[in-house]
Antibody, heavy 117, light 112 residues
Framework: EVQLVESGGGLVKPGESLRLTCEVSGFVFTSYSLAWVRQAPGKGLEWVSSISSSGGYIYYADSVKGRFTISRDNANNSLHLEMNSLRAEDTAQYFC??????????WGQGTLVTVSS | QSVLTQPPSASGTPGQRVTISCSGGDSNIGSNTVNWYQQLPGMAPKLLIYTNNQRPSGVPDRFSGSKSGSSASLAISGLQSEDEADYYCAAWDDSLSGPYVLFGGGTKLTVL
């Protein structure tokens, strides 16, 4: 059974940093691209970042470029999102998902990030 | 970044057929495939339609997708109460400023 489990969310102040982790099981980790998608409270889905199976291709939304860094640990079957210089508008549920381009078949349940003073 | 435009709401009665549109541009829907997601309240999104008109295993054939030019549509026939959810279209955008994954703004479907 494919499972993606996010962790690392929480309450932080503007300007602070946070690192999200997605632990994956049930499939060959190194064969698939992964991504982060977020959803602000009461709002729609927003793609954040994608990383290819090898980690050689990485893409970011303009809204997070230069502040967020996606990475993957193929030895430990985990995906990470390092978030720096957090802003109030980064407050959202962050979902880890497996897939590439815009086809995401498997999703985690998400971890909530709240940025507030 | 470009946007994909969906109507904010749609509605229908049980048994009816409803369609949800998704309008984009040359760099996204016009040159890439479209995927559709269903999100029930409090749940993670679920892939409903991929590659314009394909259904993942387990998705009822009441759900269908189509694409023409820079627009796409999701159709739900034989509407059921459990179809009440938010629906999102998505497409890859390979414009010069990208590439990006674009999601539509979402359509809230109400079953009356």
């Amino acid at each position: 059974e494919v499972q993606l489990v996010e962790s690392g969310g929480g309450l932080v102040k503007p300007g602070e940093s946070l690192r999200l982790t997605c632990e994956v099981s049930g499939f060959v980790f190194t064969s698939y691209s992964l991504a982060w998608v977020r959803q602000a409270p009461g709002k729609g889905l927003e793609w954040v970042s994608s990383i290819s199976s090898s980690g050689g291709y990485i893409y970011y939304a303009d809204s997070v470029k230069g502040r967020f860094t996606i990475s993957r640990d193929n030895a430990n079957n985990s995906l990470h999102l390092e978030m720096n210089s957090l802003r109030a508008e980064d407050t959202a549920q962050y979902f880890c998902t497996r897939g590439d381009y815009s086809k995401f078949l498997f999703w985690g349940q998400g971890t909530l990030v709240t940025v507030s003073s | 970044q470009s946007v994909l435009t969906q109507p904010p709401s749609a509605s229908g009665t049980p048994g009816q057929r409803v369609t949800i549109s998704c309008s984009g541009g040359d760099s996204n829907i016009g040159s890439n495939t479209v995927n559709w997601y269903q999100q029930l309240p409090g749940m993670a999104p679920k892939l409903l339609i991929y590659t314009n008109n394909q259904r993942p295993s387990g998705v009822p054939d009441r759900f269908s997708g189509s694409k023409s030019g820079s627009s796409a549509s999701l159709a739900i026939s034989g509407l059921q109460s459990e179809d009440e959810a938010d629906y999102y279209c998505a497409a890859w955008d390979d414009s010069l400023s990208g590439p990006y994954v674009l999601f539509g703004g979402g359509t809230k479907l109400t079953v009356l």
